[in-house]
């Protein structure tokens, strides 16, 4: 986006006049403007036309009165370049292009909106193929169907790549009214980033709800991203499609490991931007935020008036991530003389029916568990619907309660319903007034919590260390090179990475080499050609005499005998066994065109891609998140020594990792894959047992 087009950008956001350009749907568009409120011109474009209701219509775009700040456009695709041509010329501020036609049905719509791009110049161009645009902060709807939402002062703002999704959260019923919402339709010159960028801009937009299936822009929407968190705007995402971005075939596991999904989950949690799988909980969390406020981490402290709902709350926070955190021996002992002698001391706390209704027998129980140490609270409480009212100020009196205790605690509150319609609309505007977020349904609303910690915890950790949360995108190699395994690790070993001792020999002289270095040995033959030893049956291991080794050689030979295998004459590298192997790991990066250098940690050898253990975070890293990343891992109780087994450093371990990280900022775009696998950790340090390392070709 150009700063031309940023400014365009904010013309549309917030116009003055709005002309709406086309038939029926540009008529039914200028409708529901006027019913939203907008005070500015609403003129009409058509020849066929006098009046757009009670609103002037003109001939052509040169007819009106001045350039407008925004326009909607409903034509046939044919005409569309042409009359955003119009818009361009005569200083319009933005476009929102309802027509469809253009790419999406193939070679020919591609020509047309190639075309419309080139005829938009400066233009704010949102579409073509999109819904629209509302804005709920001035009513001036650039949409053609009706809708759901109303008029707010502040509110979360949508942005979509499916317009059907925008239309269905409009309807909701969960309390929560948007600023903004914007279809992106087929992003020929704006895209997501674009949009997040300039409503970033907007003092009204509180917080935004995306539905994404790619970006475009992976460094525009890190900056976005970051003025976010700068902003304590939070940033929810439904991110769907599990395609890998990258075409191109990698050699590496690392590649098999770190999928574009992987990787943009990779760049959430570096952003603190929220992910959820589901357009309710996208809802949910929305609210939770935008109401009572980000947890800064998962300990919730909950609440219920039934042993069921204690049940649900700690089988769906197992799952979800929620730390129910057991009350502390003094908070025990106040809960202890407070509650009825039918009530355990837990969290959950079921209080007991004894105490319903009861607010200020029920404020110091909830006050000593929710400033025991937790970040967030929450009551479960399914109101009777309104005609059964006898009993409602009840069930007030328990919320009263709560909300006094969590305010006074400063942490956010939650009351949510076990049955997402046991939460009517009264209730739900009881609990906004005293900023606290009504929440529909146990299962959402515990995942919305789990979830709204991670932008908490990451908004923490940026505003105590400015700096910290990066992205470095290096380019890419044009042309690689795919080095043998000595070569790899000799690379290897210049950069602190510590490598088995061993000696690259030919097949007359292994046995020798084998005597120098002690046994045991293993033996593998070493080409460029070869990046996956062992499924060519090119590695022995376990070696134990120089007769073994010569065995293991001529075996080798016949093995790779009449393949395609470059085998140059010294091609046996000889190695001696590392001693006392904890676990095998494999550390593996790999230069996405989009997200930069990688890093994928995972359970190592031969069964990486069987077990699925990995983790992936993008770099540059600190140690601390490598460490998380470790400690992730199902491998990771090897590593602290299991069962009575040996541990392996941790400490070396980091350090060899971390080495890996200098390594590749050192090569930045000349690296463009690297695994080693295994990684062998044992109790005095670890050793890169096997490497594979492709590098830009002018490197070595």
């Keep these: ?108 719509g591609a020509v047309l909106e190639q075309a419309l791009v080139e005829a938009a110049g400066d233009l704010a161009l949102v579409g073509p193929n999109v819904f629209g645009m509302l804005n709920y902060v001035q009513g001036a709807h650039l949409w053609p169907y009706s809708h759901g939402g109303q008029s707010v002062t502040r509110g979360p703002a949508i942005i979509s790549q499916s317009g059907m999704l925008s239309g269905y959260l409009l309807t909701n019923r969960r309390s929560v009214n948007f600023s903004y919402v914007i279809g992106a339709g087929n992003q020929s010159v704006l895209g997501v980033e674009d949009y997040l960028e300039a409503l970033l801009e907007r003092a009204e937009v509180t917080a935004f709800g995306i539905y994404l299936e790619s970006l475009r822009d992976i460094p525009q929407f890190v900056t976005a991203a970051l003025r976010a968190l700068d902003r304590n705007i939070p940033l929810v995402v439904l991110k769907v499609g599990r395609s890998d971005i990258a075409a191109r075939t990698t050699l590496t596991h690392t590649g098999s490991l770190s999928g574009s999904d992987i990787l943009y989950q990779a760049l959430f949690d570096r952003l603190g931007v929220i992910r959820v799988s589901t357009p309710s909980l996208m809802l949910e969390t929305l609210n939770l935020l935008t109401i009572a406020g980000a947890p800064k981490g998962r300990r919730l402290a909950a609440f219920t008036c039934s042993g069921g709902d204690v049940a649900m709350l700690a089988d769906r926070g197992v799952e979800c991530g929620i730390e129910f955190q057991a009350p502390s021996s003094s908070a025990s002992a106040v809960l202890k003389d407070l509650l009825p002698q039918i009530a355990t001391v837990s969290n959950p706390l079921d209080y007991t029916t004894p105490l319903w209704g009861h607010e200020e027998r029920l404020k110091p129980i909830f006050s000593a568990l929710v400033e025991d140490g937790y970040d967030a609270a929450l009551l479960v409480q399914d109101y009777p619907p309104p005609h059964l009212d ?52 146990i299962s959402e609303a515990v995942q919305a919590l789990a979830a709204a910690a991670t932008f908490g915890r990451q908004r923490a950790k940026h505003l105590a260390q400015p700096g910290s949360i990066s992205l470095e995108i290096t380019g890419h190699p044009a042309s690689t090179v795919t080095l043998d395994e000595w070569q790899g690790k000799k690379l290897l070993a210049k950069a602190g990475i510590e490598v088995p001792a061993g000696e690259l020999t030919d097949a007359e002289g292994a046995t020798d080499a084998a005597d120098r270095l002690g046994y045991p040995v293993a033996v593998k033959l070493v080409s460029s050609d070869l990046p996956h030893k062992t499924e060519a049956g090119a590695v022995r291991l376990q070696l134990e005499s120089a007769a073994a080794v010569a065995e293991a050689v001529t075996s080798i030979q016949h093995t790779v005998q009449g393949t395609p295998v470059a085998v140059p004459a010294r091609c046996f590298l000889v190695e001696r066994m590392v001693s006392n192997p904890v676990a095998e790991l494999l550390v593996g990066v790999r230069n996405n065109d989009q997200f930069g250098h990688t890093l994928t940690l995972a359970s190592g050898g031969t069964l990486v891609e069987l077990v699925s253990d990995s983790a992936t975070v993008l770099l540059p890293a600190a140690r601390e998140e490598i460490a998380a990343a470790v400690n992730s891992l199902r491998v990771a109780a090897l590593i602290r020594g299991y069962r009575n087994r040996p541990a392996a450093n941790l400490d070396r371990l980091l350090d060899t990792v971390c080495a890996v990280i200098s390594f590749t900022s050192e090569l930045g775009p000349r690296l463009d894959e690297l695994d080693i696998n295994p990684l062998i950790a044992h109790p005095d340090g670890c050793s890169a047992a096997d490497v594979l390392l492709r590098l830009d070709e002018n490197t070595l």
């Design 390 to 441: 006898e009993d409602r100020h009840l069930y007030q009196a328990d919320a009263s309660a709560f909300i006094r205790a969590t305010q006074q605690a400063d942490i956010p509150g939650a009351v949510c319903s076990s049955l997402p319609e046991n939460l009517d609309a009264d209730i739900q505007a009881f609990l906004i007034a005293r900023q606290t977020a009504p929440l529909q349904g």
């Design 1 to 108: 986006m150009t700063p031309a087009q940023a400014a365009s950008l904010q013309r549309l956001l917030a116009p003055r006049h709005i002309a709406f350009i086309g038939g029926d749907e540009a008529l039914f568009a200028a409708r529901q403007c006027q019913a939203g409120g907008f005070t500015g011109h609403i003129w009409g474009v058509n020849p066929k036309r006098n009046s757009l209701d009670n609103h002037p219509c003109f001939a052509t775009v040169a007819d009106l009165p001045e350039a407008p700040d925004a326009a909607f456009l409903a034509v046939p695709a044919m005409a569309v370049a042409d009359v955003v041509r119009q818009l361009s010329d005569c200083g319009a501020g933005g476009v929102v292009c309802y027509s469809a036609g253009f790419r999406e049905l193939g070679t020919e």
